[in-house]
């Protein structure tokens, strides 16, 4: 039974680390529906072989024939005073208490050396992109970010969780400059990040890899942006990014809320 609940789920190109929190949900008395999505990628990828493999990779959105680590390996280093993301703060990992974001770029063409911002809302999926038109070192994110961030209510911008990229080096400066909270995740972990990861791949839509990404104005980046914000999801009981964040807007004035959130 749950071999064909995880072939279900894949069909419907669940990924396997939603299959197995929604399992979760759907069973939630029923430990032998339980199952890892390290455990469904390792069937996926180290198991099925011939046609078998083919259909089953599929159903993957990536349509990646091998699992690979994703990560900026030379880009990696050491980052002063960094915070691990295991000592955020318990109210992060629930999704109930809105304000604590995921944040990565998206990487252009090595010769155009272009990039984008990308921060994600974990309560509503609020996304928000960074334009970067003049590179991508770490004094240029610090500022975009601070810019982006300062336009939102400060109880939406508690925490921001980035990979180790050294793009962050001076993500003291954003503490300072917002009163955010910087955490990192493990190295090669994007899985810590899933919000941010998944919009990223909503976003590959939009700036696909090997382009320059340069070439996108900041008004082209908000009407992708404004695009997500305005999709539905599941999640939120398909309403949007945008109205969970409206709805928030409206309680912190004393007005009932409109939009029911799930974890």
Not at 148 to 173: I, N, Q, Y
Not at 232 to 261: I, M, N, S, Y
């Amino acid at each position: 039974m749950l071999r064909a609940e995880v072939q279900r789920l894949l069909n419907k190109r669940c990924s396997p680390e939603q299959i197995s929190g929604w399992l979760r949900v759907l069973y939630p008395d029923n430990q032998a529906m339980r199952i890892s999505h390290e455990s469904i990628y390792q069937s996926l990828y180290v198991y099925p072989r011939g046609e078998l493999r083919r259909e089953l990779k599929a159903c993957l959105r990536s349509g990646r024939a091998l699992r690979q680590r994703r990560g900026r390996r030379q880009e990696r280093g050491r980052i002063g005073n960094a915070v691990s993301i295991h000592d955020r703060p318990e109210e992060v990992e629930g999704r109930q208490i809105p304000g604590h974001h995921e944040g990565d770029l998206i990487k252009g063409t090595v010769a155009s050396n272009s990039a984008v911002g990308t921060i994600v809302e974990r309560t509503t999926g609020y996304l928000t992109l960074l334009p970067l038109p003049d590179g991508h070192r770490a004094e240029q994110v610090a500022d975009a970010v601070v810019a982006a961030m300062s336009d939102l209510p400060a109880w939406f911008t508690k925490t921001l969780t980035w990979d180790r990229g050294l793009e962050m080096v001076r993500h003291a400066s954003i503490t300072e400059r917002t009163g955010i909270n910087v955490y990192f995740a493990d190295p090669y972990s994007p899985h810590q990040r899933g919000s941010n990861e998944n919009v990223n791949g909503l976003i590959r839509e939009y700036l696909p890899k090997s382009t320059d990404l340069s070439v996108h104005t900041a008004q082209q980046l908000q009407q992708i942006a404004d695009e997500l914000n305005d999709r539905p999801r599941k999640r939120l009981g398909f309403h949007t990014p945008r109205e969970a964040f409206e709805d928030l807007l409206r309680q912190d004035l004393g007005k009932p809320p409109r939009v029911a959130t799930t974890p």
